[in-house]
């Protein structure tokens, strides 16, 4: 079981501190630092200092780790064109030397549209394909060849499909609850599909459409990774975790039920319960950004025992 790092800086974290936790997370043997990409707080938080750019960061880190892969749980379509998009990421890429992974997804939450003067189109999943098959397409590409697109939504006319990334194939996830678009997606443009806040009955449900939908598509269901995304609470003894429940604004009885929250021992047995119906990898989402202890106890007492 691969454990990775996922953070959600819009709830207020400054590079710095975003800095602070990719390097912990290499040092500790993490397999990746991720972030969401919003532009607004949600719920009670003031969010201070403000949002930081999902890819200006992932530039930042790229030139500042080393090891560690990089990458977006979502990247918002609607935020970017797909293009443009597209030459991010590849550069990105090679700033890191290779180690980056694109997450992307339609864009969810008008609220930060509307405070920031971005377009909320109502066909977002329309424009989600199209993003993805230009994305991959550009990527795909043989140099000295070009590229062109003619959809509903978005044009491209010869293109030099430049710059290439480092990686021959960046790692493309899609996720989701959806029961019918989301997985049909997956099955045509992911390598990974990534199944956030679920509980194991939803998981098994949504990974199973997944692999349907891959083999319809003609493709092999165990050429994707299978992921979960939960928040993560851990704490050595009970006082522990509330404090860390506690810190984050969360019950623990809650968290137990819905994220991986308790002892290490009862940690690693929820996680063991998503690898039973499949999953392969799992983001912990880390919400107490200055809480670095966390992640050494989480790396100490929960990854080793998972191997």
Known sequence: MDLRVFTEPQQGATYETLLRVAKAAEDLNYGAFFRSDHYLHMGSVSGLPGPTDAWITLAGLARETSRIRLGTLMTAGTFRLPGVLAIQVAQVDQMSGGRVELGL??????????????????????RLDEQLAIVTGLWSTPAGERFSFDGTYYQLKDSPALPKPAQSKVPVLVGGHGAKRTPALAARYADEFNIPFASVADTDQQFARVRAAAEQAG???????????LVACVGRTDAEVKRRADAIGRDVEELKANGLAGSPAEVVERIA??????SQRMYL????????????LIASEVMRQLG
């Open 105 to 126: 997804g339609s864009g969810w939450y008008e609220a930060e549209h509307e405070a920031y003067g971005i377009p909320f189109p109502k066909e977002k999943f329309g």
């Open 219 to 229: 493709r092999k269901s165990d050429e994707l990774m299978y992921s979960n995304a």
């Open 273 to 278: 319960q998503f690898e039973a119906v499949g």
């Open 285 to 296: 989402q880390m919400l107490d950004l200055d809480d670095l202890d966390h992640l050494e």
